[in-house]
């Protein structure tokens, strides 16, 4: 039975119970029949081939060159047997119109992964695909593409088309797309435009960014088929953009094992421009990250710790997203999500004892704070329209509440994040199937958050499903700011 704080949310989201959970049940199953190709349209092997196919003296240099860690060794194998390479035969009588690289997570998608490594090898070429326990996206960036540009500051008009209409595909899940395009987002800081837009071909178990941008929730069921048509859709589809996050976290030093997103960074004064209450720690510890999708503190964080660690400590009771997602459910019901240890002071449930939250609107210099909802057991702060495997927690409120609340249509390039917050398990539930939407707190363009020590020693934190367990002393605070990236990713449109 929903109270009238359920009921009240209900009427802020336009899919109501009609499109809820029997909707979202659906999807994934939906998403891999029609992803199988069943439109029918029969694709060429050698015209796919056509387009996206590198002629052969640069994709040998470009793999020359991330082979030796060198852009010049590449640069100058391809000078060395240019003239042969130009005159060796019909694949490189005509520049393709997409010269497309894969990186394919083959550890990803249970045995699908080394499968498809091979299925794209066969219809591209060895070279123009990198599987990623092998070749990591940094080093395409630095030692492939920079062999391109050489080629073209050297007067090779091949080399330059290739570099100027090149195109990425990624096959993996969403720790795999953003950190390919975290690699790529260096080509911004280095001003060596343009940057490669970027598909998807989903291997993960949520898959948020893939649905975000029309690629898919899951791996097709035909998918030898699927990965053609995936890969002809990279051709010529538009481009959307993409916007991320940068988070930096400061607290006292400490020993704390964090995600491999987080990176530490020198002494940073996170605090400048806030009236914090307390005094910053004598001694402090920077890190910095990350994010596309979404960075939450709370309960749904402490769930996803626990699957973490059992799956790190028992991979073999996570073969893929359908017992990926009954641990997890199993965990939101032992962890204290629905049913919570008695305290004397329930009040102590919520993040408002631990959390002090400000941010920045859009088009603002000033930090405003930002009450904490006293019932919210979990916080998050989510970039895309896609969150927990195609879910929808923000809804899709009507014009005449976002117009009251002041609220934007979310999107993806807004320059917004998303706040909202659940309740206990049973609020979270109605939200993931979709029946409710959560508990809108705010939109932001920058977000500032304090955590406090007290009846806490610590809380639980995660960034694009990386979580970890951030300890919170009594007498310093922790503080975190979270900034939106100058630049934004370049993404294919999949749909």
């Known amino acids: 039975m929903a109270s009238e704080g359920v009921k009240s949310e209900m009427s802020n989201s336009r899919g109501g119970a009609e499109e809820g959970g ?6 994934s199953v939906w998403e891999s029949i029609r992803g199988c190709g069943i439109s029918g349209m029969r694709i060429d ?3 796919l081939r056509r387009r996206i196919l590198m002629p052969a003296y640069l994709r040998l240099a470009m793999s020359s060159a991330i082979r030796a860690r060198d852009a010049d060794a590449g640069a100058e194998a391809a000078l060395k047997d240019g003239a042969e390479g130009r005159g060796g035969g019909p694949e490189v009588d005509e520049m393709p119109e997409a010269p497309m690289v894969v990186f394919v997570n083959s550890r990803s998608g249970g045995r699908h992964g080394p499968q498809l490594k091979l299925r794209l090898q066969e219809l591209i070429s ?8 092998v070749t990591q996206p940094p080093q395409f960036v630095r030692y492939g593409l920079t062999c391109l540009e050489n080629l073209a500051n050297l007067g090779d008009d091949c080399a330059k088309a290739v570099r100027e209409n090149l195109r990425i595909m990624v096959a993996g899940g969403d720790g795999t797309v953003g950190w390919v395009l975290g690699s790529l987002g260096e080509l911004f800081v280095q001003k060596r435009e343009p940057v490669p837009p970027t598909g998807i071909i989903p291997l993960g178990t949520g898959n948020d960014l893939s649905r975000s ?3 898919g929730g899951s791996f097709p069921f035909a998918w030898r088929s699927a990965v053609k048509r995936s890969l002809l859709k990279a051709v010529s589809n538009p481009i959307q953009h993409l916007d991320s996050w940068h988070v930096t ?3 006292q030093e400490t020993g704390l094992d964090l995600p491999y997103s987080l990176k ?6 996170l605090t400048q421009d806030v009236d914090i209450q307390r005094e910053l720690p004598e001694s402090v510890s920077c890190f910095g990250g990350i994010f596309y999708n979404y960075l939450s503190i709370g309960m749904d964080a402490q769930v996803a710790y626990g699957f973490h ?3 790190n400590k028992k991979p073999y009771l996570a073969q893929g997203p359908i017992s990926n997602k009954l641990i ?3 965990y939101g019901c032992t962890q204290g999500w629905f049913f919570t240890p008695c305290m004397k002071t329930p009040g102590l449930r919520g993040l408002k004892n631990i959390l002090a939250l400000y941010i920045k609107k859009v088009n603002s210099k000033e930090w405003e704070k930002i009450p904490v909802p006293s019932s919210v057991r979990a916080i998050v702060l989510l970039n895309l329209d896609s969150y927990g495997g195609g879910r929808h927690p923000w809804g899709r409120p009507m014009p005449e509440y976002l117009e009251k609340r002041k609220f934007f249509e979310a999107r993806a390039d807004d320059g917004m994040l998303e706040i909202f917050g659940l309740k206990q398990g049973w609020h979270a539930s109605f939200v993931m199937v979709e029946l409710i939407s959560a508990k809108h707190i705010a939109q932001a363009a920058a977000v500032k958050l304090e955590l406090r020590g007290g009846q806490w020693n610590k809380a639980y934190m995660q960034m694009d499903g990386e979580p970890w367990k951030q300890s919170i002393e009594r007498e310093q605070s922790t503080f975190v700011k979270i900034e939106r990236v100058a630049f934004q990713s370049r993404m294919i449109n999949g749909k």
Do not use: N
């Open 264 to 269: 530490p960074l020198q002494d940073y004064d």
């Open 126 to 133: 060895e070279e123009q695909v990198f599987d990623l326990s």
């Open 213 to 215: 941008f029309g690629w």
């Open 22 to 27: 029997t909707v979202a049940a659906r999807s």
């Open 328 to 330: 997890y459910a199993g």
């Open 309 to 311: 660690h059992l799956r």
């Open 45 to 47: 092997k050698e015209e």
């Open 249 to 251: 976290i400061m607290m």
